[in-house]
């Protein structure tokens, strides 16, 4: 590990026991569980995509956000300003200590989206960007051994993350979300039931998931790459 990380990590004294320091480059660091959850390339790539579509200084709301990454990325490079919501508290614990040690506007929520009472946590109508790594099995999948929530919809669906992402946007704000190629055409339909026109679709290199935008508000019409 360079020096530096060591550096920032003993400055900040931010690592709890069980965990480990993952660098992002440039000096910035995102914390993880040595043994559960751990972001993938999908998260990464997402970070790209959305950073590539979103304004310098957009408000952007990170869901389902895991260890962060995703939020802490967009702030950055985009010097967005991010208000992430994660269920699991170690996780939003792990990632408001990273915000903290990379000096970063970026606030992480525990909380559940199912709540009826997401909009008054979350505020209503006030994001320039959405983003979300989603759960991509149905929940009576089989469950990964590790991190079983983040993978299968045990806990969230994507019909929820959609309605959530709906109400949290501005009208004509993006939502940028990554999914399964077998679930292609549901995701479709959920995004229009939810007012969010799929503008840009993205298959990815795997031909297993993909990537999209998704305007508020938009006009029927998008434009499909494949990488």
Not at 151 to 171: C, G, P, Q, W, Y
Request: charged content about 25%.
């Amino acid at each position: 590990m360079p020096d530096f990380i060591d550096d920032l990590i003993a400055a900040r004294a931010v690592v709890k026991e069980g965990e480990a320091p993952e660098p992002l480059g440039g000096g910035y660091v995102v914390i993880q569980p040595i043994d559960g959850y751990r972001f993938g390339s999908d998260a990464l790539w997402l970070a790209r995509f959305a950073g590539s579509n979103i304004a310098r200084g957009a408000e952007a709301l990170d869901l389902c956000s895991g260890c962060g990454v995703i939020g802490m990325l967009l702030c950055i490079e985009k010097e967005a300003h991010v208000i992430g919501a994660e269920l699991d508290e170690a996780l939003c614990d792990m990632s408001n200590r990273a915000s903290y040690a990379n000096n970063i506007d970026a606030r992480f929520i525990n909380v559940n989206l199912n709540s009826t009472e997401i909009r008054d946590v979350l505020g209503y109508h006030l994001y320039d960007a959405v983003v979300c790594n989603p759960p991509y099995f149905k929940a009576e999948s089989k469950h990964t051994k590790i991190a079983p929530h983040a993978n299968s919809e045990l806990t969230i669906d994507f019909e929820r993350i959609a309605f959530v992402a709906s109400n949290a946007l501005k009208m004509g704000g993006k939502f940028f979300f990554t999914h399964t190629l077998t679930r292609l055409d549901e995701i479709i339909c959920t995004c229009v039931d939810h007012d969010l026109r799929i503008k840009k679709l993205v298959i990815n290199k795997s031909r297993k998931t993909f990537g999209a935008m998704c305007t508020l508000g938009g006009k029927a019409g998008m434009t499909v790459e494949v990488e």
